[in-house]
């Protein structure tokens, strides 16, 4: 058994009875959340979905990172199947009183993902030129999507001290979310997932360049960081 199924209390909601049908890990995962306008968020997600708000809020969150290890259950590591690059711009929602996450876009360098997810799911998958590199613990992050002309350019690193989100704060509301919703024709789809309770350090970001960003980065975000989570991708449900 994976050690993060031995860490349950902190889920919202038990474990769907399905078993899971993929698992990967996330690495050097940047969080940036920044608040927006709720009627500005309001117009842009199905009327089928309730957004969620923290004290009246509406939050954006942008988030870069490096998927690896990713294989289905039961399958060993396929070669140039485990590890992509990923972008997603997603908000906060609830559906039958379960809250969850919607994504507005992401972009991936990984042609199999992007089409059998973007299939799979419904959710908007793009392709995007990527890159990524460390140096002495600094990140640089890189996404053009030529298609959509959203281009985005990113310097980070996570701090020093690692801390669990606490249940009612922000961080928590945010971090703290284990599915997703989406639509495909007139059906909402829920998307499980699980992972141990998060674990994060405040980070620090320089945004270079933000082309399909900047209405999010007139602000300065909250910004979040974690090095390494292993995630497990639970079968789409239809809720509707």
Known sequence: MYKEFLELDHRPFPLPSKPWIMTQVWRDMLF?????????????????????????????????????????????????MTAYLELNIRTYVVYQGVPGIYFFRIDANH?????????????????????????????FFSSLN????????????????????????LDHWLLERYCMYS???????RGDIHHDKWKVTNGQVEVITGKGISLFSKTKPIVHFSRRRRAFTYPLEKVK
């Open 146 to 169: 030529k298609k959509e002309r959203r281009e985005v350019k990113l310097a980070y690193q996570g701090e020093d001290v690692l801390y669990e989100v606490e249940p009612g704060t």
């Open 183 to 189: 639509i495909k024709g007139k059906h909402v789809y």
């Open 32 to 80: 940036m959340h920044w608040p927006v306008d709720a009627a500005f968020v309001r117009n842009r997600i199905p009327e089928d979905l309730e957004l969620d708000l923290f004290n009246d809020q509406a939050w954006i969150s942008v988030i870069p990172f490096r998927a690896t290890n990713t294989r289905g259950r039961f399958l060993p590591l396929i070669p140039f």
């Open 111 to 139: 042609l199999p993902t992007v089409v059998g997810a973007r299939a799979y799911t419904g959710i908007p998958y793009c392709m995007a030129d990527m890159t990524f590199l460390c140096e002495n613990n600094k990140y």
